[in-house]
């Protein structure tokens, strides 16, 4: 029994299964799951969902094959701001016409979050000297959401003739490492809702930081006992 009202990750990912001629496969897939958050039934986290709202909207672009994933993080986003995120399924050279018509009704007011590095700038960035000046007007603001592996980010940005006119929005290795420092115990390799989570932190929203992070923690805390199998963390 689905437990909550679908939100635009639910809505496209049943699109996409519906459309698809192969069935996508997840490990554990002999587990039973709860049809809303997708983890084993010992390990449902539909009880911690309160949805809220956000100042900040957002746009998750997902490659095909992280929309399936029980373990994908993009979806707690929705979970927690529903009303202000929309999901739509990345084509390199076919975008989804809706997505298209809402960048150009955003008129500018737009921009791809990407976890850049110092080897990785593109032209179109948001360098360090300009980002104090854009995240104080960035409230109202819509920011892409690139959900992949961080290979599959980069394709996705960089092979999208249509995506080159969006500036982006790189969390610097340095504020990564001061997340780090605050998270102790983890690599530089994180999760989609972590890199939203420094977003919001960058933006002076510390409660919605902090929510999102709060979420992503005992969410991915669900998917250790969801492999466990019923045992007990």
Known sequence: MIKHTPHTVDILRNDCATRSKRPFVARGSSVTRCPSCLMAENACFCDERRPTTSPVDFILLYHRDEIFKPTNSGRLIAD???EQTKAYLWSRTEPD????????????KVTILY???ARRISENSIIESEKSAFLERSQQHTFIILDGTWKQASKMLHQSRWLDSIPTLGMSEAQQRTFLVRHSGHEMQF????VVSMLLAQLALPVES????????MFNRRCLKSRKRGNDL
């Not at 999760?191 to 972590?194: D, G, H």
């Open 191 to 194: 999760a989609t809702a972590e």
């Open 80 to 82: 927690l701001f529903p």
């Open 97 to 108: 016409k809706a997505l298209l018509k809402r960048l150009s009704d955003l008129n500018g």
């Open 210 to 217: 902090d929510q999102l992070l709060s979420y992503y923690q």
């Open 115 to 117: 976890p850049e590095t």
